[in-house]
């Protein structure tokens, strides 16, 4: 980024940082009493406990690396207050215990800002740096997960940004490198393996000759192996690799989260559930199972009434058969300027068939695809409406009143901030047929969304308003899940869109 852009910069995360201050006394999930644990159990137990230690329902299950992360934040906390780092942890957390990790959240985000502002210097992006930026610190989504919710997907999306930086410079080692340590670190990226693996055997290692193409691919292993050797051989050394295995696999949770995250299962188990109800009424004795598809109760499998039951393989072999494709691109074609784009759409693959996905999972593809949605404006149309709907799908995790404002001025802030930066960004500059826009923007406003992408955020609208008004009214105190199980399944056809869609154009463009 030019030095004049640092300026713009650093507004933008100031602006950003003040929203996050300003988001402090929110509402707060389970996740902040997990971290909030974790902080205490990393500094007040040594190593080989992190694993076992029982004494809490809100047990370790994130890699190492995580942990010593925590163990890091925790070092400043007794200055603060001791019982903020002591186990058992207080019941009901004090207000200086909420502010400290609140802004333990903004602090790791500076590691995003890092990234964002490394990504931002590339020559395509560096005449649009102030939007890049923007539309990643100013994600309602992340801010809302991160900063009200609470969880540290900022630093481990700064991670991730890092390593696509790294290889888009094509340094593939340093690339893969970080990568692995986003891997010990939060191990659900682990869909965007296959990705890197294709890409960096085939651009790092294959095309050099056989001695050095040996040669790199032993460095790279060596490299990869030195940091899984970090995070791992002491609990290895400790006998507690199945422990921890068992802790960062749980595959007895079911297949969806509590709350069903809008991806491919949403629309399997609706028409299950149709199918059953359809055969009842015509005579046909179905058994309708008791398992719960969103908790433990069903040990490796989800049962079902009349479609066949899902296990942890078959949504394993469903997201490898999606990625196939953008595989095969990686591997024909390893050109960095595509890795971000091949990256999001592995993730998109695992959260739309993946098993026990959490609707918080959409962030690992729409903060990278917000770094090219500018490249043309297919890219601008598909951004803009994947994160109207990402973002949505996120409002049933605010669900107090206080925070319903909130979460719909954040949506709608970033939805106008997308409006007027991708209309002045194309007004200036040409299509992609090289059609040049006038400066009113008034092609771009005439295709940004078109009329199917309108009439789909209508529908939103829609479902909005029955949730808060009308459903209430018609239904009573029945059908509680009814406004739950219908923002899910809606958004679950944008999400499905958003995938053909990518997938369409890794196959055309790549």
């Not at 393996?193 to 060596?222: D, E, N, Q």
């Not at 005439?446 to 909005?464: F, K, M, P, R, V």
């Amino acid at each position: 980024m030019a030095a004049s852009s640092s300026p713009a910069a650093a507004w933008a995360f100031a602006a950003a940082t003040c929203v996050k201050l300003l988001l402090i006394p929110t509402y707060w999930s389970t996740d902040f009493d997990v971290h909030r644990y974790w902080l205490a159990l990393t500094h007040a137990l040594p190593a080989r406990q992190w694993y076992t230690d029982q004494s809490s329902q809100w047990t370790l299950d994130y890699p190492p690396f995580f942990a010593y992360f925590s163990r890091l934040l925790s070092l400043p906390a007794p200055l603060v207050d001791p019982n903020l780092v002591s186990v058992p942890v207080p019941e009901s957390p004090p207000f200086a215990h909420l502010l400290y990790l609140r802004l333990t959240v903004a602090f790791s985000d500076l590691v995003l800002l890092g990234s964002v502002l490394l990504l931002a210097r590339d020559a395509r992006r560096r005449q649009r740096a102030f939007l890049a930026l923007s539309l990643v610190l100013w994600s309602p989504a992340l801010l809302a997960v991160d900063h009200i919710h609470f969880q540290y997907n900022g630093f481990l999306m700064g991670l991730l940004l890092l390593s696509l930086y790294f290889l888009e410079q094509g340094w593939d080692l340093a690339g893969g490198v970080v990568f692995a340590s986003l891997l010990c670190s939060k191990h659900l990226f682990l869909v965007a393996a296959p990705v890197y693996f294709m890409y960096l055997f085939r651009h790092y290692c294959c095309g050099r000759g056989v001695i050095k193409g040996l040669g790199r691919l032993v460095l790279m292993g060596s490299g990869v192996a030195a940091v899984f050797a970090a995070a791992f051989a002491p609990f290895v050394y400790y006998g507690q690799v199945k422990q921890l295995f068992d802790r960062l696999f749980p595959f007895g949770r079911g297949l969806c989260h509590a709350y069903w995250a809008p991806n491919f299962w949403v629309f399997y188990i609706m028409l299950d559930k149709v199918l059953a109800f359809l055969l009842r009424r015509l005579g046909f004795n179905v058994a309708i199972p008791e398992a719960s598809f969103t908790g433990g109760l069903v040990s490796n499998s989800s049962l079902f009434a009349v479609l066949p039951k899902v296990t942890p393989i078959t949504t394993f072999l469903l997201v490898i058969l999606a990625m196939t494709p953008c595989l095969f691109k990686a591997f024909s074609n390893p050109q960095p300027k595509y890795i971000i784009r091949w990256v999001s759409y592995a993730c998109t693959c695992g959260f739309i068939f993946g098993w026990h996905v959490h609707e918080k999972a959409s962030l690992h593809f729409t903060i990278p695809l917000a770094l090219i949605s500018m490249d043309n404006l297919n890219d601008a149309r598909h951004y803009f409406l994947l994160c109207i709907v990402s973002c949505y799908s996120l409002f049933p995790l605010l669900f107090e009143n206080q925070e319903y404002l909130i979460k719909v001025m954040l949506l709608l802030t970033y939805a106008a901030l997308m409006w007027v930066g991708f209309t002045s960004h194309f007004a200036a500059n040409s299509d992609q047929e090289g059609k040049r826009i006038n400066r009113s923007g008034s092609t771009v406003q005439n295709g940004l969304i078109g009329s199917i992408g309108l009439s789909y955020l209508l529908g939103i609208a829609a479902i909005e308003l029955w949730s808060q008004v009308f459903h209430q009214r018609v239904f009573g105190d029945r059908l509680p899940f009814l406004p739950l199980i219908m923002v899910s399944f809606y958004c679950g056809i944008g999400m499905m869109y958003s995938w053909m869609w990518q997938l369409v154009y890794i196959v055309r463009h790549t």
